[in-house]
């Protein structure tokens, strides 16, 4: 792969961070392929210059326009729906809309799995615009079939799609979640493939801060402060209308 050189000094863990994330992508998952993983990323960068997606923006709601989503024809529909609508306007998914994503024939454990490549994509393409430099390569796929495994403890819970409690972990979820702590919502909401919740987090903690470094305000960990960081993440946060 072509290095990757930015305007700014990057921290090693940080470049060694995106570099496990695009190894990981490259990889069969859990649900999807390789190349069906490489084909949601690059989804994920063309849902930006989508018309559809576009006039749903600015549209009172979503669901108040048809058409058909400018895609890559590499995934089924379905799939294209959920990549552009969470990449494009992720405040306003529905309950109703993810259960006509399932009717449609998009698993919940290939939603979730979705879900992360998104985010993860988003994360480092994102990271690059801000430090100045260009986009990465999407990697090579390697070639191999999904493990399909499904965690035995997963069941209704606070979200739209099944999750783990932390009491119904076994050993196949190892390390899915924070041993000093309760797992938080965003922990459990992905818990349907617990390599998802891994590798998500994998990428937090070094674009943000490790679980136990967010409240040590002791010790500053990075180039700006707790008090800088929180300020960032909260705007951010209200300008996608996230929750948190």
């Avoid at 058409?67 to 969470?86: E, K, N, S, T, Y």
């Avoid at 050993?171 to 390599?195: C, F, Q, T, W």
């Avoid at 136990?212 to 002791?218: N, Q, S, V, Y």
Wanted: proline residues 6%; glycine residues 6%.
């Amino acid at each position: 792969m072509p290095s990757v050189t930015a305007a700014l000094s990057v921290r090693a863990d940080l470049t060694a961070a995106h570099a496990r994330a695009w190894r990981r992508l490259a990889r069969p998952g859990t649900w999807w392929t390789g190349s069906e993983r490489i084909a949601i990323a690059a989804e994920t960068r063309h849902a930006d210059d989508c018309l559809l997606c576009r006039k749903r923006k600015a549209a009172l709601s979503p669901d108040a326009l048809l058409g058909a989503h400018d895609h890559l024809g590499q995934l089924p529909l379905a799939a294209v729906d959920a990549i552009h609508r969470i990449r494009t306007d992720p405040a306003r998914l529905s309950r109703s809309w993810m259960q006509r994503l399932s009717a449609s024939g998009l698993t919940m454990e290939r939603y979730v799995e979705l879900i992360d490549i998104v985010a993860e994509t988003v994360a480092i393409d994102t990271f690059a615009k801000g430090v100045g430099t260009r986009q990465r390569e999407l990697p090579i796929p390697v070639a191999g079939a999904p493990t399909q495994r499904q965690p035995e403890g997963a069941r209704a819970g606070g979200a739209w799609i099944d999750w783990v409690e932390p009491e119904d972990a076994s050993a196949e979820e190892a390390g899915m979640y924070p041993s000093d702590r309760a797992p938080a919502n965003i922990h459990k909401a992905m818990s349907l493939v617990p390599d998802a919740v891994r590798g998500f987090f994998d990428l937090v903690e070094h674009q943000y801060l490790p679980g136990p470094a967010m409240r040590d305000f002791g010790r500053e960990y990075r180039a700006i402060t707790h008090t800088q960081i929180e300020l960032l993440a909260g705007r951010v946060s209200a300008l996608n209308r996230c929750l948190y």
